[in-house]
């Protein structure tokens, strides 16, 4: 009951009772015992009154209390430090060209021969750079953090020089004989293929950074081809021909990173890693044009380590439904113990040669489309 509504009954009850006394004329005693038994009744009711505000302060307190709550557990938003799940598909696709040179301690071709004076040391056949292309087709699959791929590399070169001098030794050749003249063409070919799963480690909206696993098949050919005019001969059927190449093939694991940096504006650095064991074989022949003996074949098996990497600076332009990247940047790989054809000084068989050292390195340009 409303407090104001008992103090109208605590008011009203004793006019009640004085028109009730007239009418009756009740005794002073009956009237004394009425009035005790009316303030006794309003001041339970005041003591209910008090217990039901109580009551209803208490739920009101309880009701207020969660919100509160909801509130304090939602702190500010932070960047996320791993990358999160892309929501859609992505496929990616790019094409570079490079132009690269090489640089082997299997281009030194001749040398001189202290025994008469004339320099002692090595020269090399002259390296130019050469056109080299590259292909990837990757595809990221929605609500993943990884991405397949598969990429391939080719790149080859013709050399060509001509030494003269005195007492130039070559090499390879059918003896030690001094030369007068010597004129050497070298292929090099490369080919590297990969099939690669990348796994998106951090992406925070500023710094990308993948982890890379995959298999990776390589091809290295090198064929030189010697031509040596003997000193003092000017009969041109003199010349002495010495042909040579070696062949490697092989297959092996690969591990890498890949990084991007967000410059803004579009603008941006990009650049990855990877080293390779490639496991495979060799076939080594040459052949010497005036020698009886002067053929000899080899066929055995190697390993060939591979690193690479490379660095560009990148521009990012976006649409509804595609997003094209530009790059402009450098590239290198180095390639170890590879096998080398034929180096003699003796007109018999020839022997093994150890494995040589080849890096290639260069500028280059690429087009990136992912939809």
Request: glycine content about 8%; aromatic content about 8%; hydrophobic content about 40%.
């Amino acid at each position: 009951m409303p407090y104001t509504a008992c103090l109208l009954a605590v008011l009203l009850a004793p006019i009640a009772i004085v028109d009730e006394a007239r009418a009756d004329a009740p005794s002073n005693e009956v009237l004394y015992q009425l009035l005790l038994k009316q303030q006794k009744l309003l001041s339970e009711q005041q003591q209910q009154i008090k217990q039901l505000q109580a009551r209803a302060e208490k739920a009101e307190g309880k009701l207020a209390k969660p919100a509160v709550a909801v509130t304090e557990q939602q702190p500010p938003h932070t960047p996320v430090a791993s990358s999160p799940r892309r929501s859609e598909e992505e496929w990616t696709a790019s094409v570079s060209a490079s132009a690269l040179t090489v640089s082997s301690t299997a281009l030194v071709v001749v040398k001189g021969d202290d025994d008469f004076g004339d320099t002692a040391s090595s020269q090399e056949i002259t390296p130019e750079f050469d056109l080299g292309l590259n292909a990837r087709l990757a595809w990221a699959p929605a609500n993943s953090r990884f991405s397949f791929g598969a990429g391939a590399k080719w790149w080859s070169t013709s050399l060509e020089d001509n030494f003269n001098g005195i007492d130039i030794v070559p090499f390879i050749g059918v003896d030690r004989n001094r030369v007068n003249r010597m004129s050497v063409e070298m292929d090099i070919d490369r080919f590297v293929g990969d099939l690669d799963t990348t796994y998106d480690f951090l992406s925070n909206g500023e710094v990308d950074l993948g982890l890379l696993a995959g298999l990776r098949t390589g091809y290295f050919r090198s064929h030189a081809e010697y031509r040596t005019i003997k000193r003092g001969v000017t009969d041109p059927t003199e010349l002495a021909e010495t042909d040579s190449a070696a062949l490697f093939y092989g297959l092996g694991p690969r591990l890498g990173v890949s990084s991007k940096l967000d410059l803004g504006k579009g603008f941006g650095l990009e650049g990855s890693s990877s080293a390779s064991v490639l496991f495979g074989q060799t076939d080594i022949s040459t052949r010497q044009a005036d020698a009886r003996d002067g053929k000899a074949d080899e066929f055995r098996t190697t390993f060939v380590p591979i690193l690479d990497a490379d660095l560009g600076l990148t521009y990012l332009h976006k649409t509804a439904y595609l997003m094209t990247t530009a790059r402009l940047g450098a590239e290198l790989e180095w390639w170890t113990n590879v096998p080398d054809h034929y180096r003699i000084h003796s007109s018999s068989a020839a022997e093994s040669q150890a494995g040589k050292d080849y890096l290639f390195f260069g500028p280059s340009v690429s087009l990136q489309m992912t939809w």
